[in-house]
C-alpha cells in the first residue's frame, strides 16, 4: 500500500474525529430548550464511530489496492458535504443543536439551504458519512452506512418532523408543503 496514502488517510481521521466533535458537541449557544428523543444523537454518534473503524480495518487489512478515482469522487463529495453542512449551521446560528431541541422563541428558519430541502444537514451528513468510506475505498464501510447509519439518521429525522410540527405547528406543516424533506427538488 502507499505510504503516503496511508500517511493521509490517518491525518483525514484525525482531522474528521476533530471535526464531528466541534461540530456535534460544541454549540454556540449554552440557552437550552426541550431535547426530544436525546438518544438518537448517541446512537448515531456511536454509529459513526463504528463507521470510522470499520474503514480502517477494511484500509489496514483487507484492501490491497487504492483506486485512485474512488477517492478523488469521495474527495470531492466530502468537500461539497462539510460546505454544505457549514452553511447549514451558519444559517441556524445560535438556533443550532445537536440535539433535537427547540429553544424558547426560536424562530422557523426558512433561509439559506432551508430553502432548498427542510433537514439539510441530514442531507450533507449522509453525504458525508458514505463520502468517507469511499475515501478509503471502504465498500463494506459503505454498506453499513448506507444501510444501518442512514436508516437510523432517517428515523431521527421523523422524531424532529415530529417536534417541530408540535412546535411551529401550521407555519411548518405550511414550510412541510412546499420544500421538500431531504432531497433538493425532489418531493421527497
Known sequence: ????????????????????????????????GEISK?????????MHLIIGVIATIEYF??????????????????????????????????????????KEDQPLITSGPYRLVRHPIYFFTIIEVLSCTLIPNAYFAFSVTLFFYTP??????????????HIFGSAYLKYKETVPCLIPFSKW
Open 1 to 32: 500500500m502507499d505510504k503516503l496514502f496511508t500517511y493521509a488517510f490517518i491525518f483525514f481521521l484525525i482531522s474528521l474525529v476533530i471535526y464531528r466533535i466541534k461540530s456535534c458537541f460544541i454549540t454556540r449557544d449554552k440557552t437550552h
Open 152 to 165: 437510523l439518521l432517517l428515523l431521527r429525522l421523523f422524531f424532529e418532523e415530529k417536534a417541530l410540527i
Open 61 to 102: 487489512w483487507f484492501i490491497n489496492y487504492i483506486d485512485y478515482r474512488v477517492t478523488i469522487f469521495g474527495l470531492v463529495f466530502f468537500s461539497i458535504a462539510v460546505a454544505g453542512r457549514y452553511w447549514a449551521l451558519d444559517t441556524l446560528g445560535k438556533c443550532h443543536s445537536p440535539q433535537i431541541e427547540i
Open 38 to 46: 436525546a438518544w438518537t444523537l448517541y446512537v448515531l454518534s456511536i
